[in-house]
């Protein structure tokens, strides 16, 4: 959370967290997020990070898994009234998971320091 | 870094989903006693059947009361998809027995909720949901009341029609 990059002058992000495959940055000006995963970099509001949250833990990889049938190992992940549309193989799933639960604990962990640190200070 | 997620929604993820579910909980109640009323109306059970019929529309109002909780605290509130309804019942007291399950479920199900919001201290949704401890004391004794209806007037003769005409009669007004 203490890098600081900054990808164009006016938007400054604050990397939330980050795992091999991806990066989820946080822009406090805009109040959103920015998700770099399968390279592309997508914007959420908060709306759509929680759709998108939904979307992804819905979706049952062990049943991907034990799948048998032959058909093509690729799931489509459309969020409503958003503009990004993800289209990942099983592993991506996994990945973005991976990176969606990490992003959502650290934020977690930010709202806890918020509550016990600052917003208890007079 | 700002704490977006909390500035959006006064509601953990977790006191969220189960808001949603107790939506749901309340919306098969409401279809559930609308169930009963139907099952009365066809068995000749008049009183009864209007009875339920109020259960259903107390229900559904509870039902509303958590949707638009969920909602003025920022959360996302789920209109819920309502299956499996009973709609055949073995006997008249049957529909009683089931009445007074669904509200102890109920019951449970909303203490279930505030042993989540005390664990992470959220008192603003107990605060919401005391009311809904005091109806359940409401809901719980007039089923139950009614239930021992059939115990106290019993069956043979004309104990069901007796029992049908005294359903509405059945009143809480413990004060508090």
Known sequence: ?122 | MKDITRVQCLLSTEIESLLNQQIKKEAQSASAYLAMASWCDSNGFDFSSDYFFKQSEEERQHQLKIFKYVLDMGGSAISPEVTNIQTEFNSFREVFEEALEAEISVTQSLKNIAANCYKEQDYVTIEFLNWFFKEQREEEYKARRALELFDVIGEAGTGRWEIDKHVNDIKYDSEG
């Open chain 1, 1 to 122: 959370m203490q890098n600081v990059i900054t990808a164009a002058p006016s938007v400054e992000f604050v990397e939330v967290f980050q795992t091999l495959r991806g990066s989820v940055f946080q822009s406090d000006k805009e109040n959103c997020w920015y998700i770099d995963f399968v390279g592309k970099l997508a914007r959420f509001d908060y709306r759509s990070i929680m759709k998108l949250r939904k979307a992804i833990y819905a979706i049952d990889i062990e049943a991907l898994l034990l799948n048998s049938e032959i058909s093509p190992d690729l799931e489509i992940v459309f969020i409503c009234a958003c503009d990004h549309c993800y289209v990942l193989t099983l592993l991506e799933i996994i990945d973005f998971k991976q990176l969606l639960e990490g992003t959502f604990v650290m934020l977690e962990l930010n709202r806890i320091i918020h509550d016990r640190v600052y917003r208890l200070s007079i």
